[in-house]
């Protein structure tokens, strides 16, 4: 009976620590206008640093719901503005295309809270850089979970040395 209890405690505990919001992820289709969106930019900012900290695979349905919500804030929003291409939008490289919405949802969260925090509209080096490094760590934080990707592997590695920065930085020169 003991221990049965104490199975019991454990599996509460467990289930009970997992990263759940502590606010309403907005399920929205659309804003009506930037103005309506702006009111919403500390929930945007909080979709943004929960869909990065979410735990996989528990708060899988959640981290859908944030993924959903960014882009129709970063749509709306006249706020930030991405330019996405192949270049500077290292998601798209993905040869696992399961894979591919994630990275690009850790991206634009890296975005989205790069512009709330520092008030930066455009989409420049500072930003790309910063959302990168939010997008590698969720990768690799995840990538037992949602599996890897050779081009990610090797873009890991490459973050991971001295001169990826430089490198990096020419993109937007």
């Known amino acids: 009976m003991k221990k049965v209890f104490s199975l019991l405690i454990t599996a509460f505990i ?30 945007a900012l909080k979709t943004a640093n929960f869909y990065l900290d979410a735990e996989l695979p528990a708060d899988i349905y959640e981290s859908r719901l944030a993924t959903k919500y960014m882009i129709i804030w970063i749509s709306a929003s ?15 490289q993905c040869k696992d295309k399961d894979i591919s919405p994630q990275l690009m949802a850790a991206y634009f969260a890296g975005c989205i809270i790069y512009c709330l925090e520092n008030k930066q509209k455009d989409h420049n080096f500072d930003m790309h850089y910063f959302s990168l490094s939010k997008m590698m760590t969720y990768y690799e934080k995840n990538r037992s979970i949602t599996g890897s990707d050779k081009e990610m592997d090797k873009l890991l590695k490459e973050f991971k040395s001295s001169k990826f920065k430089a490198k990096e930085e020419k993109k937007f020169k």
Not at 23 to 42: S, V
Not at 78 to 92: A, F, G, V, W
């Open 78 to 92: 006249d706020e930030i503005l991405l330019t996405i291409d192949e270049q500077r939008s290292p998601y798209l």
């Open 14 to 43: 467990a289930v009970a620590s997992f990263a759940k919001p502590d606010f309403t992820i907005p399920q929205i289709e659309k804003y009506a206008n930037a103005d309506e969106c702006r009111k919403d930019n500390d929930i």
